[in-house]
């Protein structure tokens, strides 16, 4: 059975910092990208980042780059997103996603709530 869990998600202050995780079981983690999308109310979900299988170059939608990374621990099936300097324009709720080498095959998580409010 697939399973992509999320966490880390909550409360922070705008500038604050949170650093979500979202862990996986079911499948080959380590043959199959990873990434971050979010979605914020009345708005289509949105891709944040991406990372190849092995790791390596990602990519970020610019309005995080520089202050988002995300990573991921092949040995421990598990994804990362660190956010740094959070603005309010950053609440959303998050969503990892993998994609597999196969095309057409994809699994979601449930979703994480980030809330960036004084």
């Known amino acids: 059975q697939v399973q992509l869990v999320e966490s880390g998600g909550g409360l922070v202050q705008p500038g604050g910092s949170l650093k979500l995780s979202c862990a996986a079981s079911g499948f080959t983690f380590s043959l199959y990208f990873m990434s971050w999308y979010r979605q914020a109310p009345e708005k289509e979900r949105e891709l944040v980042a991406v990372i190849p299988s092995a790791g390596g170059a990602a990519n970020y939608a610019d309005a995080v780059k520089g202050r988002f990374t995300i990573s991921r621990d092949n040995a421990k099936n598990t994804v990362y997103l660190e956010m740094n300097s959070l603005k309010p324009e950053d609440t959303a709720v998050y969503y990892c996603?993998?994609?597999?080498?196969?095309?057409?095959?994809?699994?979601w998580g449930q979703g994480t709530q980030v809330t960036v409010s004084s």
């Open positions: 996603k993998a994609v597999s080498p196969v095309p057409g095959r994809f699994y």
